[in-house]
């Protein structure tokens, strides 16, 4: 992102891939940040996932509806890239939940969503160099 904000910031569909991107990457490393913290029980460890989690899912759903109305590139805009990343934020925050309920299970799920939106993460990033270089060749 960094060697091409021109070209970013200027297409409406790399703007939000972007910011949900760094979203994405961002609230995991806060979870995981926040969870090996000491001194906390499963009940802050759930609440402190389901704000950031939270968070973020609204961020990636804000951005992708965003650059879907707004058009520029189309890498990647698919809508069932959308339903398959917002269903992940949702069973990542329907397992902080349990975990908040004290479903200790809760804790599984959303680890398990949780790495799923790591290669959506990933997979995002991925097309977005594929549609700044499509863009500047």
Known sequence: MSL???VI????THRHR???TLAGFTAIFVICGLGVMGGQDHRAVGLEWLVVSAVAAVVYVYGYIQAIRLGGSSAGLRSRR???GTALHAVEIVGAALLLGGYIAGLYLAAISMIGLLAYMISGAWLLIMGVSEQRS
Do not use: E, M
């Open 4 to 6: 091409n904000p021109s």
């Open 9 to 12: 910031a200027k297409d409406p």
């Open 18 to 20: 972007a910011v949900g």
């Open 82 to 84: 959308l339903i398959g």
